[in-house]
């Protein structure tokens, strides 16, 4: 695949979680870490960032429109593709090289699958993937990476419950390879519908790591440092009636976590519907909010870095 | 009526220079024309199939008269064709003969399984690293990084 084999990320592209090492995971968490403590710095103010957002998204667009500019960036770009010329048949090929006269760095949504990838083989500047449909969401991953290392103070040896549409998710494939490169133990909760593609599970397989499978959630939850629970989309299941007989088993409440961990924190990549009740949130295990707030700090580092501007960065 | 000579096999002439295409599982023969590409060539060719063979059964043969190809270029029918064997022939002589190779990058001749892969979309050329495991080949898609079966595979 791309990995690249440079620690630095100067001038490159971030389409996928395979792009990039352990050693660039722990380069953007460190220089993330920095942004936590010193969010406005005024590090990037000669760039242009263009968000091309070619389906809305606004949450994402939001967190690295808010990181470039407390960096000091300028920001360009279109919140949703029927306002923009791809709606006159323009080629993605053309938008791209088009924003690219325009910018220093593009940041792209788009709904079809391998899109980021193609707009960074023809772009003249760097491309930061912020989802291609259903396959990559790599600055997802990052922020998830540095919600688990911030709460459990390490990456390594973590004992993780992804719970939900395992099959369909995509911020869970990305993050289940992602922390392959980590002693974790993988607790896999799912309908059988839904479980962990196999082609996912091979990656626990060639790293050697421990995995486990279930149905239902309560038995596993006193045993794990980090709950990821997912949302389960009706319209996966063929039959209605087997959503329904599913769904209530799928949903956290505040009286599970009675028996867990004292170091347990429960992380959800948002939108939440009601697969976490709002009696959790009140829980001090519920760490999905500030999660989302990490998005904004990571983005900040990798903004940073791919413009190379790390140096001036103050802690 | 003059005794007829029993024929058992089909003669087909030996040609001069060229690249002789042989062991071809006769199912595949076509796909092999498509790949190549020999549908658009003013060279002669000649096309058999459904010939006895000892390895196979039954087997195709192409001959292609004063064309030579690039390994890159002849490994693609592999995906089809793995008992294929490639035999260079310069003045009526075999100059190489080998069996062809699986590549490791598979470019523009396979459609990606994704139907929302960006190579379904525009018009954009497919490109595929092959992965070889116990349980069978498959192509992961350079883009969208989904995989695509041997099985699944269709030809552009």
Not at chain 1, 188 to 204: A, C, D, G, T
Request: hydrophobic fraction near 35%; aromatic fraction near 8%.
């Amino acid at each position: 695949m791309n990995k690249s084999h440079t620690k630095n990320m100067k001038n490159k592209s971030l389409i996928s979680i395979h792009d990039i090492t352990r050693e660039q995971y722990d380069e953007v968490l460190d220089l993330a870490e920095k942004f936590e403590k010193n969010p406005k710095q005024d590090v990037l103010n000669k760039w242009v960032v263009a968000t091309l957002f070619f389906e809305p998204s606004t949450r994402t667009r939001l967190s690295f429109e808010s990181a470039a500019n407390q960096l000091g960036a300028r920001v360009i770009g279109f919140a949703d593709a029927s306002t923009s010329s791809v709606k006159k048949g323009e080629t993605l090929k053309d938008t791209i090289l088009t924003v690219s006269n325009y910018s220093d760095i593009i940041v792209m949504r788009h709904p079809k699958e391998g899109s980021a990838r193609y707009a960074s083989e023809v772009s003249p500047v760097p491309v930061i993937n912020a989802g291609d449909g259903a396959n990559q969401h790599p600055t997802q991953c990052l922020l998830d990476l540095y919600s688990i290392r911030k709460t459990q103070k390490k990456l390594d040896g973590i004992n993780i419950a992804f719970v939900g549409d395992l099959k369909y998710g995509r911020t869970v494939h990305s993050l289940v390879q992602a922390l392959t490169n980590y002693k974790t133990t993988f607790h896999l909760i799912s309908p059988e519908e839904l479980k962990l593609p196999s082609s996912v599970k091979q990656y626990i397989k060639d790293a050697n790591l421990e995995y486990h499978q279930y149905t239902e959630m309560d038995e596993v939850i006193p045993k794990v440092d980090i709950l990821y629970m997912t949302r389960i989309q009706q319209e996966r299941f063929a039959d209605p009636l087997e959503y329904e007989r599913v769904k209530g088993a799928y949903i956290l409440r505040d009286s599970m976590l009675a028996e867990a961990k004292k170091n347990l924190r429960v992380l959800h990549p948002l939108p939440r519907v009601n697969e976490i009740t709002e009696d959790v949130d009140d829980n001090p295990k519920a760490y999905y909010f500030q999660q989302a707030q990490n998005g904004v700090y990571v983005r900040q580092a990798l903004l940073t870095l791919i413009l190379g501007e790390e140096k001036k960065v103050k802690s | 009526m003059a005794k007829q000579e029993k024929r058992t096999e089909l003669k087909v002439t030996a040609i001069e220079n060229g690249t002789v295409i042989d062991h071809i599982p006769p199912q595949s023969v076509f796909q092999v024309i498509n790949i190549l590409g020999l549908n658009r060539v003013k060279n002669q060719i000649m096309v058999g199939t459904n010939l006895d063979s000892q390895k196979l059964g039954k087997k195709g043969i192409i001959k292609v008269s004063k064309k030579y190809f690039e390994s890159e270029e002849i490994n693609k029918i592999a995906l089809v064709a793995p008992s294929a064997t490639l035999i260079v022939i310069k003045d009526f002589t075999v100059v190489y003969k080998a069996k062809v190779e699986i590549p490791q990058h598979i470019t523009k001749i396979v459609k990606c399984i994704n139907p929302n892969c960006i190579t379904n979309h525009e018009d954009i050329p497919t490109n595929f690293t092959v992965i070889e495991r116990e349980d069978g080949l498959r192509l992961h898609c350079n883009y969208c990084e989904k995989y695509t079966k041997k099985e699944n595979i269709h030809f552009v």
